[in-house]
């Protein structure tokens, strides 16, 4: 099997891995925030240090909010996940080198740090709902730039890379097919 038939092959799989993580990732928001009530402390509380004073439940209203800030960084993600699997979708037709990869990585890259960016107006707002509750002086609002969102940023900036990169290939690509 050619290296180019590999990459039909394996690029296939992930083209499915990517479909069925554009239907799970909003399903896994919808339950989080539907079932919030009944999910363990431990489960709640993993990115964010806000726990409430007195235990309570959050509102349908509360939810509906957290929920609707989920929205922000479920849409990032979904639209890298849409980019990516566009890319996939050109090397499974063995198509290696072409001006939308180098579009399809950048917007990749753009999606990256919507990202970063959207995730920590949500965890934000999830440190405000989750101790709304709180008597007065006791209420959280938590802003954070861990490791985690540095490591995306670096990756984004990979990608924008990766993108000049494919562009100077695709060039190099078409110059070498229009050589007699």
């Known amino acids: 099997m050619d290296n180019v038939s590999k990459i039909k092959k394996y690029s296939k799989s992930f083209h499915l891995l ?15 925030w539907a079932l919030i009530n009944h999910l363990p402390e431990a489960l709640i509380n993993v990115n ?16 509906l909010i957290g929920f609707a800030f989920s929205l922000l960084p479920m849409v990032a993600l979904g ?19 072409s001006f939308k990869h180098v579009h399809f990585f950048k917007n990749t ?14 965890e934000s707002a999830k440190s405000v709902l989750f ?5 007065p002086g006791s ?4 802003v954070g730039f861990s490791s985690s969102e ?23 690509n078409e110059e070498n097919e229009l050589t007699v």
């Open 18 to 32: 990517l479909s069925a993580f554009l239907v799970i990732i909003p399903i896994y928001y919808f339950l989080y």
């Open 48 to 63: 964010t240090h806000s726990t409430p004073l007195v235990p309570n439940h959050l509102s349908i209203t509360l939810r």
């Open 79 to 97: 639209y890298g996940l849409i980019n990516i699997r566009r890319i996939f979708t050109f090397y499974k037709q063995g198509v290696i080198f």
């Open 109 to 122: 890259a753009k999606a990256l740090l919507l990202w970063v960016v959207t995730s920590m107006v949500y």
């Open 131 to 135: 101790t709304v509750s709180n008597p």
């Open 139 to 142: 209420r959280v609002i938590s």
């Open 150 to 172: 540095l490591t995306t940023l670096v990756i984004a900036g990979l990608v924008f890379f990766i993108a000049w990169v494919m562009d100077e290939g695709r060039a190099l």
